[in-house]
């Protein structure tokens, strides 16, 4: 038993309903109790759908138990057919269906359907949403896929985007301009997009893009496998990754890696003067492995930022992370407990995230600004502008993107100048945010022990620390701008620790800043 | 007689027939009710047994999510705990002591039972036995069934409540009961008005907090305030209280019936009833009529999801001017929805249950002006034309008695208005 408040990850079915839902002409039969209807709304609000996912659900009720749950089924599955007209048919139980045991998958072959029944094994005690998604692709694939003759030209196939994805809508729009301007045609685009009888022509194409290793690698190493196509293993997320995976794409087609670049205004934002002051600006990241992976290069290496921390919630990517966080010198952390993703940033005390919609909510708690870089998706994750995160406009986009939440680069120079101005002080944040980018005290719940708000929170010292500030000391470091304060007194501390001082006076807080002068 | 609603010239629905469905159902479990029952319970946490999907289910249903440390979790059944009954009564044990000393300011825990809990036959009643003896009588600890394969969206609000009914000290004392969880600012409105018509003697099932006093017995009456309160009724009648049948309090005149029925029961005079009904009626009335403009001579159609469609059906037809086509409802209970049927325009189909597709099929045909449905359906039915009201706004938004009879109006109101405002065709 697990005790969980807030998830980032769905059970597997949610993830087989990612694929339904992004294809066309397959139906989902899924046995399940009425409420895991609410599934749909996934879809159709966050997702702003106009159509129902092609999902039918059994709903069998207790009353049913024990009684015929399977006749429940087999009356879906043919209403289904005969309902939707599907093309296939994928078949399965969610966690509780699963307890019962009617065997969907046999019951759907015994009912002699002249079209391809597809069952899936999901164990929901075992596995996620992801999982669901890679699983149900792969099934999918390798029961419709046939090996065959090639496209006289060269083409590929885009593997990965489903339904309720970040940013695939766009990154598949990016992604084909960008192979189009490479002389490449994209064959079938799946799960977004695909009939069934699209993944039955998916041989044709000469290579795979792997877009989202969670989602579509088993399918990959499968067509590797069994119909001779090499897959893309750079995943396009940042310009230089861009470069790379360009590279990559000429090295298996022979075509030329030249491609115009004038779209590409990630670079020379990051190197004009404003971008100054992001320079070693600490970071933390976490989210799907394939995300933050991308991320920490972009931080790094096209924004000058520091990485502190990094993180995955999906442990099928953990070995991918640990060695990406060797490779920055930092311990990775791999949980799907947000309250542990909250202590480690408490503890590291980054000057911004780079997180899912959970992060922003701590972030919003500790008064730490967060830009949103991976799923679980939110409404927001669905703007109504073109705005994807693969190939050049990507790295545009992300640019912006991680700059908007933080304080720009002029602005932060007056803060220092006119820190006691009243316009300036310290709760206003951002002016571009307006009231917003006030840190804010915790929202809905009134429990009865609040956590503590942003001010509260860089204020505070650490229970365990024996340093004590003395109260001139405590009062300059309030006149430092809130958005440096708490590195200010981490630096601070660290510094009065390291040289054994049990007590900070003004002088042990210029002293440490001139330490840590950079 | 203080006052009793006209009743319809062409009859009521009461006795018309009722279109039985069984077949997929489009709408939540009882989970969903943790979402505002923990808002109103300020000192209670509700510990889901379940699985991955019912954790899933809380915080899509929490939609934007009331971040914050929630006073709601799910422990996750994990392969190891369905092989071995015993062992998960144990770590259950282990969760519910871990969980309490981080939160020691928890007073009532509630161990909710799911669909996964339910058919490996987890035994949370005696698990809430035992960690009562444990935790008790600083904590207590109930149980109740919020699943799927037990109960539809608004009846774990139903099971959470009949929960609580049997471990009520048992009294004597005269003395009404009102059923249903409202929003504070709400419950004060109408605990000023039963005030005003001299009955003192009022408590509010859920309280607000363990600590506040409640207790029942055979001279206690109670009225519901929601229409999904099935097993909390039979619970009370159980205990020997007595149920004050009337229609529910939504919009002007359900709220005068409402206050009407218990007026009677408690033997307020005509004077003091209109003396402290007739403003707020008046105000009332005033706010429906503005606010409901835009609904007059519409027809609408509600698939059955909050369990609250025949007495909304009512204030729409009565107060709005709208014309029911269908009015869906998950079930239909005579005891409890009856006087409202009584005052329901004879007309509309009514139906009880659900075969989602048919339905559809036949909103479709019907392409009535507004639909009543969940969140599911909500954008494909506009993006098909047809204009919705998503029903779980309802039991999020305060909605009850006089004051809240405009806003209710302004509810159904709103997606009307606003299709007729929007100049473009949506082109997706
Ligand atoms: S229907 Fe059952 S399994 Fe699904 S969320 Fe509700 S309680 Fe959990
Ligand atoms: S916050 Fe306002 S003033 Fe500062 S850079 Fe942005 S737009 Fe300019």
């Given at each position: 038993?697990?005790?969980?408040?807030?998830?980032?990850?769905?059970?597997?079915?949610?993830?087989?309903?990612?694929?339904?839902?992004?294809?066309?002409?397959?139906?989902?039969v899924?046995?399940?109790?009425?409420?895991?209807?609410?599934?749909?709304?996934?879809?159709?609000?966050?997702?702003?759908?106009?159509?129902?996912?092609?999902?039918?659900?059994?709903?069998?009720?207790?009353?049913?138990?024990?009684?015929?749950?399977?006749?429940?089924f087999k009356d879906?599955c043919q209403?289904?057919v005969?309902?939707?007209?599907?093309?296939?048919i994928?078949v399965?139980?969610?966690?509780?269906?699963?307890?019962?045991?009617?065997?969907?998958?046999g019951l759907a072959e015994t009912m002699g359907f002249d079209?391809?029944v597809?069952?899936?094994?999901?164990?929901?005690?075992?596995?996620?949403?992801?999982?669901?998604?890679?699983?149900?692709?792969?099934?999918?694939?390798?029961?419709?896929?046939?090996?065959?003759?090639?496209?006289?030209?060269?083409?590929?196939?885009?593997?990965?985007?489903?339904?309720?994805?970040?940013?695939?809508?766009?990154?598949?729009?990016?992604?084909?301009?960008?192979?189009?301007?490479?002389?490449?045609?994209?064959?079938?685009?799946?799960?977004?997009?695909?009939?069934?009888?699209?993944?039955?022509?998916?041989?044709?194409?000469?290579?795979?893009?792997?877009?989202?290793?969670?989602?579509?690698?088993?399918?990959?190493?499968?067509?590797?496998?069994?119909?001779?196509?090499?897959?893309?293993?750079?995943?396009?997320?940042?310009?230089?990754?861009?470069?790379?995976?360009?590279?990559?794409?000429?090295?298996?087609?022979?075509?030329?890696?030249?491609?115009?670049?004038?779209?590409?205004?990630?670079?020379?934002?990051?190197?004009?003067?404003?971008?100054?002051?992001?320079?070693?600006?600490?970071?933390?990241?976490?989210?799907?492995?394939?995300?933050?992976?991308?991320?920490?290069?972009?931080?790094?290496?096209?924004?000058?930022?520091?990485?502190?921390?990094?993180?995955?919630?999906?442990?099928?990517?953990?070995?991918?992370?640990?060695?990406?966080?060797?490779?920055?010198?930092?311990?990775?952390?791999?949980?799907?407990?947000?309250?542990?993703?909250?202590?480690?940033?408490?503890?590291?005390?980054?000057?911004?995230?780079?997180?899912?919609?959970?992060?922003?909510?701590?972030?919003?708690?500790?008064?730490?600004?967060?830009?949103?870089?991976?799923?679980?998706?939110?409404?927001?994750?669905?703007?109504?502008?073109?705005?994807?995160?693969?190939?050049?406009?990507?790295?545009?986009?992300?640019?912006?993107?991680?700059?908007?939440?933080?304080?720009?680069?002029?602005?932060?120079?007056?803060?220092?100048?006119?820190?006691?101005?009243?316009?300036?002080?310290?709760?206003?944040?951002?002016?571009?945010?307006?009231?917003?980018?006030?840190?804010?005290?915790?929202?809905?719940?009134?429990?009865?022990?609040?956590?503590?708000?942003?001010?509260?929170?860089?204020?505070?010292?650490?229970?365990?620390?024996?340093?004590?500030?003395?109260?001139?000391?405590?009062?300059?470091?309030?006149?430092?701008?809130?958005?440096?304060?708490?590195?200010?007194?981490?630096?601070?501390?660290?510094?009065?620790?390291?040289?054994?001082?049990?007590?900070?006076?003004?002088?042990?807080?210029?002293?440490?800043?001139?330490?840590?002068?950079? | 007689?203080?006052?009793?609603?006209?009743?319809?010239?062409?009859?009521?629905?009461?006795?018309?027939?009722?279109?039985?469905?069984?077949?997929?159902?489009?709408?939540?479990?009882?989970?969903?009710?943790?979402?505002?029952?923990?808002?109103?319970?300020?000192?209670?946490?509700?510990?889901?047994?379940?699985?991955?999907?019912?954790?899933?289910?809380?915080?899509?249903?929490?939609?934007?999510?009331?971040?914050?440390?929630?006073?709601?979790?799910?422990?996750?059944?994990?392969?190891?705990?369905?092989?071995?009954?015993?062992?998960?009564?144990?770590?259950?044990?282990?969760?519910?002591?871990?969980?309490?000393?981080?939160?020691?300011?928890?007073?009532?825990?509630?161990?909710?039972?799911?669909?996964?809990?339910?058919?490996?036959?987890?035994?949370?009643?005696?698990?809430?036995?035992?960690?009562?003896?444990?935790?008790?009588?600083?904590?207590?600890?109930?149980?109740?069934?919020?699943?799927?394969?037990?109960?539809?969206?608004?009846?774990?609000?139903?099971?959470?409540?009949?929960?609580?009914?049997?471990?009520?000290?048992?009294?004597?004392?005269?003395?009404?009961?009102?059923?249903?969880?409202?929003?504070?600012?709400?419950?004060?409105?109408?605990?000023?008005?039963?005030?005003?018509?001299?009955?003192?003697?009022?408590?509010?099932?859920?309280?607000?907090?363990?600590?506040?006093?409640?207790?029942?017995?055979?001279?206690?009456?109670?009225?519901?305030?929601?229409?999904?309160?099935?097993?909390?009724?039979?619970?009370?009648?159980?205990?020997?209280?007595?149920?004050?049948?009337?229609?529910?309090?939504?919009?002007?005149?359900?709220?005068?019936?409402?206050?009407?029925?218990?007026?009677?029961?408690?033997?307020?005079?005509?004077?003091?009833?209109?003396?402290?009904?007739?403003?707020?009626?008046?105000?009332?009335?005033?706010?429906?009529?503005?606010?409901?403009?835009?609904?007059?001579?519409?027809?609408?159609?509600?698939?059955?999801?909050?369990?609250?469609?025949?007495?909304?059906?009512?204030?729409?037809?009565?107060?709005?001017?709208?014309?029911?086509?269908?009015?869906?409802?998950?079930?239909?209970?005579?005891?409890?929805?009856?006087?409202?049927?009584?005052?329901?325009?004879?007309?509309?189909?009514?139906?009880?249950?659900?075969?989602?597709?048919?339905?559809?099929?036949?909103?479709?045909?019907?392409?009535?002006?507004?639909?009543?449905?969940?969140?599911?359906?909500?954008?494909?039915?506009?993006?098909?034309?047809?204009?919705?009201?998503?029903?779980?706004?309802?039991?999020?938004?305060?909605?009850?008695?006089?004051?809240?009879?405009?806003?209710?109006?302004?509810?159904?109101?709103?997606?009307?208005?606003?299709?007729?405002?929007?100049?473009?065709?949506?082109?997706?």
């Amino acid at each position: 038993m697990k005790l969980s408040v807030w998830t980032y990850e769905g059970p597997p079915h949610v993830g087989a309903m990612r694929v339904a839902t992004g294809m066309k002409g397959l139906h989902y039969v899924l046995h399940a109790p009425q409420g895991d209807t609410y599934a749909d709304l996934l879809f159709t609000m966050i997702e702003r759908r106009n159509h129902r996912p092609p999902v039918s659900y059994t709903t069998f009720q207790a009353r049913d138990l024990g009684a015929d749950t399977a006749h429940l089924f087999k009356d879906a599955c043919q209403d289904a057919v005969d309902r939707f007209k599907p093309q296939a048919i994928i078949v399965g139980a969610s966690c509780t269906a699963e307890l019962i045991q009617d065997d969907p998958a046999g019951l759907a072959e015994t009912m002699g359907f002249d079209i391809p029944v597809i069952p899936l094994e999901l164990p929901s005690y075992q596995r996620k949403e992801n999982f669901g998604c890679d699983e149900t692709f792969f099934q999918i694939v390798r029961h419709l896929a046939k090996p065959m003759e090639r496209t006289a030209r060269v083409t590929c196939n885009l593997i990965g985007p489903t339904g309720l994805g970040f940013r695939h809508r766009d990154d598949i729009e990016e992604l084909t301009g960008l192979l189009s301007d490479m002389g490449i045609d994209v064959n079938v685009c799946a799960p977004m997009g695909a009939t069934p009888a699209d993944i039955a022509r998916m041989g044709a194409a000469h290579f795979n893009v792997l877009m989202y290793p969670e989602t579509a690698e088993s399918a990959a190493r499968w067509m590797e496998r069994e119909l001779d196509q090499p897959y893309t293993k750079i995943v396009p997320i940042g310009a230089g990754a861009t470069r790379d995976f360009i590279a990559e794409v000429a090295a298996i087609t022979g075509k030329s890696a030249l491609i115009d670049e004038s779209r590409l205004r990630q670079p020379w934002y990051a190197a004009s003067v404003d971008s100054t002051y992001l320079t070693g600006k600490r970071v933390f990241l976490f989210g799907d492995g394939t995300h933050v992976k991308a991320a920490a290069r972009i931080a790094r290496d096209e924004m000058g930022f520091e990485v502190c921390g990094m993180g995955c919630f999906n442990r099928e990517m953990a070995r991918d992370i640990r060695k990406t966080a060797k490779d920055y010198g930092v311990e990775a952390l791999i949980t799907d407990d947000y309250l542990e993703v909250e202590e480690a940033i408490e503890r590291l005390q980054p000057e911004m995230i780079l997180g899912t919609q959970m992060e922003r909510h701590i972030g919003k708690r500790l008064g730490i600004p967060c830009a949103v870089i991976s799923a679980p998706v939110h409404v927001q994750d669905f703007p109504a502008r073109y705005s994807p995160q693969m190939g050049f406009e990507g790295a545009n986009v992300i640019f912006d993107t991680w700059v908007h939440p933080l304080v720009m680069g002029l602005e932060e120079h007056l803060l220092h100048m006119f820190r006691e101005d009243f316009e300036f002080h310290d709760d206003a944040g951002a002016s571009h945010h307006g009231g917003q980018a006030k840190p804010r005290v915790v929202e809905g719940d009134q429990s009865p022990t609040p956590a503590a708000s942003p001010l509260e929170f860089s204020d505070q010292k650490n229970a365990d620390d024996n340093v004590i500030w003395l109260d001139d000391a405590e009062r300059e470091l309030k006149k430092i701008p809130f958005f440096v304060r708490g590195k200010a007194r981490r630096n601070t501390e660290n510094f009065a620790t390291e040289r054994g001082l049990a007590e900070i006076s003004v002088d042990t807080l210029y002293e440490a800043k001139a330490h840590f002068a950079r | 007689m203080t006052y009793a609603p006209t009743p319809p010239t062409g009859g009521g629905c009461r006795t018309a027939p009722v279109l039985k469905e069984r077949g997929q159902r489009e709408v939540f479990c009882g989970l969903t009710g943790i979402i505002w029952l923990h808002r109103k319970m300020q000192d209670a946490f509700f510990l889901v047994v379940g699985s991955r999907t019912c954790a899933h289910l809380l915080q899509s249903a929490a939609g934007v999510m009331i971040f914050a440390e929630p006073r709601f979790a799910t422990a996750i059944l994990e392969e190891g705990d369905l092989a071995g009954l015993k062992d998960a009564q144990d770590e259950l044990d282990a969760q519910v002591d871990r969980l309490l000393a981080r939160r020691p300011d928890i007073k009532q825990l509630f161990l909710v039972g799911s669909c996964p809990s339910e058919v490996i036959k987890l035994d949370l009643a005696k698990a809430a036995e035992r960690l009562s003896i444990t935790h008790g009588p600083s904590v207590r600890v109930l149980n109740f069934s919020g699943s799927g394969i037990e109960t539809t969206f608004t009846e774990g609000e139903d099971a959470c409540l009949a929960s609580m009914v049997p471990v009520l000290p048992e009294t004597d004392a005269r003395q009404l009961v009102v059923v249903g969880a409202l929003p504070d600012v709400v419950e004060d409105q109408m605990l000023a008005l039963l005030g005003g018509l001299g009955i003192d003697t009022v408590r509010c099932l859920p309280t607000r907090t363990a600590a506040d006093e409640l207790s029942v017995g055979p001279n206690t009456v109670f009225a519901l305030t929601q229409p999904f309160l099935g097993e909390t009724h039979a619970a009370l009648l159980r205990r020997h209280a007595r149920h004050l049948p009337a229609p529910f309090p939504y919009g002007e005149e359900g709220t005068t019936a409402w206050l009407a029925t218990i007026a009677a029961e408690f033997g307020v005079d005509a004077d003091t009833f209109a003396k402290v009904t007739d403003a707020p009626r008046a105000r009332a009335r005033a706010a429906v009529s503005q606010a409901s403009e835009a609904l007059r001579g519409k027809s609408v159609f509600f698939m059955p999801d909050s369990q609250m469609e025949i007495p909304l059906a009512r204030f729409l037809a009565r107060e709005c001017g709208m014309q029911p086509i269908e009015v869906g409802q998950p079930y239909i209970h005579d005891a409890l929805h009856g006087p409202d049927l009584d005052l329901l325009p004879a007309g509309p189909q009514i139906s009880e249950g659900q075969d989602v597709d048919k339905q559809l099929d036949r909103a479709r045909a019907a392409r009535p002006d507004l639909t009543v449905c969940g969140l599911g359906l909500a954008n494909p039915l506009e993006a098909e034309g047809l204009t919705t009201k998503w029903a779980i706004e309802l039991v999020f938004t305060p909605v009850h008695f006089y004051e809240q009879a405009g806003d209710l109006a302004g509810l159904f109101s709103r997606p009307v208005r606003r299709r007729n405002m929007l100049g473009l065709e949506a082109a997706e």
